[in-house]
């Protein structure tokens, strides 16, 4: 058995060998070529063979011998046939002009576990070309070039490179561009000032890109990922892009967690998968579309910020993919130039979301069931609109609002808990603190007070439950009854409103007020315009063991 050997390539001195390619001609798999600083103006080829094999650059002989070494080539500079070889610490570069972005630094042609690490490579179609399988390229430099990093391959990765100002003419050309047949990793690059895309990958099964700052990309997207399975991509820094900050398409299972995308010319971070979209502790800031858009069956959106988007803080649609459960806990968006929070989708979750300073701060639309707990919404055009086919809606607070605080459109369940404080939209135009129409079941202990309109304005409601509610302040009615039926309204107070305490429409009927509190209200503390009935004073509706001093008819009292 032959113990491997170091083979010196050193021109200046007698003994060793003058070239990369003739030390390459003689060494067995196993042995370590180590090349002395300087210029070697060569095409080195390493065959299927020669496995194991580790070449070195920058590697000093004797004393005095300092720099990089580089490799000058109009055609390939160095490839790889074999499985396991190891090329670390050159500079490759072309040899003439006519050399320029025309052939490849480091190609990996076939075999399989090559390593490329801590090279600088500059002006090349390709800094490093991957035909491979299980390879790991990291530490590099590329610069200049068409791409930096192309993948061809499966299993393998792309960590820590610094890759700038690549990028050519065709599309999916930039920092690192990867179509793998399995996974691919991309791990801890620095990606910036390319020209048509900063890391573009594609994946059969697992596409992964994790850290660390893609920016500048001046016309396409920051990240592009499109893997037929899964898409993980994690803790980037996606700023300042011609498009996307990140782009996911065609996965099954997407995971976007804590990246940073702001500044992008289009949508910070767009995700679209075809079975569920997990989107966690993100950031998004400045983009010139939407914070974050994500589109499948199943989405979670958990603990993002998105703010000062010229689009939507967050938008989760049913387009092309029917969105059948959408969960949105814990995000953060202020200031969009559109809405902060938009979901539409078949059943929705929508817990302990901030929405403040937007157009509509948070629009939530179910076909099935929605779950709103916990939410901020002010000082947006309007705070809240839920459109639900059953729903709970409890325990949010919509302050400072131009229109409503609050507007639900809902079939049977619980509207409860809700603060609606100061908000503008004027009575004309049917603005209220809460506004609910529908079928809702239970309209209990909600709070709204100072609004310029009502504030509680019931319309079109039906058989419902509404009790232990509080309307003060407002410069209309409190709670008033517009068009709704058959509701029971006890235990509630309206006190000093500009307007009626408590009033029903000409259009309510069948409605039984009982043992509610309304004092000190500006025109009437009870009033029902409804006339020719068979319930309380001549109206519509039944009035019995209310509080109050003023009522018309009278005899509502």
């Known amino acids: 058995m032959l113990l491997a050997a170091t083979l010196w390539v050193d021109p200046a001195h007698a003994g060793n060998f003058t070239s990369i390619s003739s030390a390459v001609a003689a060494a067995a798999p ?97 800094g490093v070309l991957v035909i491979a399988d299980g390879s790991t390229i990291s530490g590099n430099t590329i610069e200049e070039s068409v791409n930096g990093v192309v993948i061809d391959g499966s299993g393998d990765t792309v960590s820590g490179n610094t890759l700038e100002f690549d990028g050519g003419p065709t599309p999916v050309s930039g920092g690192i561009v990867g179509g793998a047949f399995g996974s691919i990793t991309v791990s801890g690059n620095t990606v910036e000032h390319n020209y048509q895309n900063g890391i573009n990958v594609t994946a059969t099964t697992t596409a992964t890109v994790i850290g660390k700052t893609v920016e500048d990309t001046s016309a396409g997207p920051g990240v592009q990922v499109y893997s037929e399975a899964s898409a993980v991509v994690e803790l980037n820094v996606l700023n300042s892009n011609g498009g996307y900050g990140l782009d996911v398409i065609g996965a099954e299972t997407a995971t976007v967690l804590g990246n940073t995308a702001n500044d992008n010319t289009s949508t910070g971070l767009n995700v679209i998968a075809s079975t569920s979209a997990t989107v966690s502790s993100n950031t998004t800031k400045g983009n010139g579309d939407n914070g974050i858009f994500a589109n499948a069956p199943q989405i979670t959106l958990d603990g993002n910020t998105s703010n000062s988007n010229q689009g939507s803080g967050f938008i989760t649609p049913t387009g092309t993919i029917t969105v059948t459960t959408a969960t949105l806990i814990g ?91 100061s908000n503008l939209g004027a009575a004309a135009n049917g603005g209220a603190g809460i506004a609910i129409e529908g079928n809702v079941t239970t309209i209990i202990g909600n709070t709204t007070s100072n609004n310029v309109g009502d504030g509680l304005l019931l319309a079109s409601v039906s058989g419902a439950n509404i009790t232990i509610n509080t309307a003060k302040g407002n410069g209309n009615n409190g709670i008033e009854l517009e068009g709704s039926n058959d509701n029971t309204l006890s235990a509630n107070t309206a006190s000093s409103n500009l307007a009626d305490g408590i009033v029903a429409d000409d259009g309510s009927s069948g409605n039984v007020i009982t043992d509610n509190t309304a004092l000190k209200n500006g025109a009437f503390d009870l009033a029902d315009t409804s006339t020719g009935g068979t319930g309380t004073a001549g109206t519509d509706n039944t009035w019995s063991d209310n509080t109050a001093n003023t009522a018309n008819p009278a005899g509502l009292l």
């Open 331 to 421: 995000n953060t968006a202020n200031n969009n130039g559109i809405d902060g929070l938009v979901v539409e989708s078949g059943s929705a979750t929508f817990n302990e979301n901030t929405a403040n300073g937007n157009v509509y701060g948070a629009v939530i639309e179910a076909t099935g069931q929605a779950t709103v707990l916990g939410n901020t919404t002010n000082k947006d055009a309007l705070g809240m609109e839920v459109f639900a086919g059953s729903e709970t809606v409890s325990s949010n607070t919509a302050n400072s609002n131009i229109n409503d605080g609050i507007f639900v459109d809902g079939g049977p369940g619980t509207i409860s808990d809700n603060t609606a404080d």
């Open 30 to 126: 196993g042995d370590t070529i180590k090349v002395v600083p300087g210029i070697y103006q060569e095409s080195v080829a390493v065959p299927s063979t020669l496995a194991n094999l580790t070449i070195v650059g920058g590697q000093a002989q004797f004393a005095g011998q300092k720099g990089p070494s580089i490799i000058q080539s109009d055609t390939d500079g160095i490839n790889l046939g074999a499985n396991d070889d190891m090329v670390k610490g050159f500079t490759i570069e072309p040899q003439t002009t006519a050399g320029f972005d025309t052939a490849d630094g480091i190609v990996i042609s076939s075999g399989s576990g090559d390593s490329i690490l801590d090279n600088t490579i500059e002006d090349e179609s390709s």
